[in-house]
């Protein structure tokens, strides 16, 4: 059974940074496109970033040159440098399979950002 870990959320003031690690296990990692998703409160999850399995790379407009998504295909993990915040990143986030390569796993319990103004 694939287990998804999330770690590094935390409280950052607004232009602050931010890194956040997803330990995956349980399946072969380096074959699986990953993302990173985000769920506000009273909203939907959305895809935020996405890594292919050869290390291609897309981003959510609203992230786009704030945001870089990365892999370890040695550690089985992948990585969300997150840069310049704003209060509008503030959500619970979470790492899975990119949607667009296929269904997701079992969701972890993901990890919590809280960007203040």
């Known amino acids: 059974q694939v287990q998804l870990v999330e770690s590094g959320g935390g409280l950052v003031q607004a232009g602050g940074s931010l890194r956040l690690s997803c330990a995956v296990s349980?399946?072969?990692?380096?074959?699986?496109?990953m993302g990173w998703y985000r769920q506000a409160p009273g909203k939907q999850r959305e895809l935020v970033a996405g890594?292919?399995?050869?290390?291609?790379?897309n981003y959510a407009d609203s992230v786009k040159g704030r945001f870089t998504i990365s892999r370890d295909n040695a550690r089985n993990m992948v990585y969300l440098q997150m840069n310049s915040l704003k209060p509008e990143d503030t959500a619970v986030y979470y790492c899975n399979r990119d949607k667009k390569y296929g269904l997701p796993f079992i969701w972890g319990q993901g990890t919590q950002v809280t960007v203040s103004s």
């Open positions: 890594i292919t399995s050869g290390g291609s790379t």
């Open positions: 349980g399946t072969i990692f380096s074959r699986n496109a």
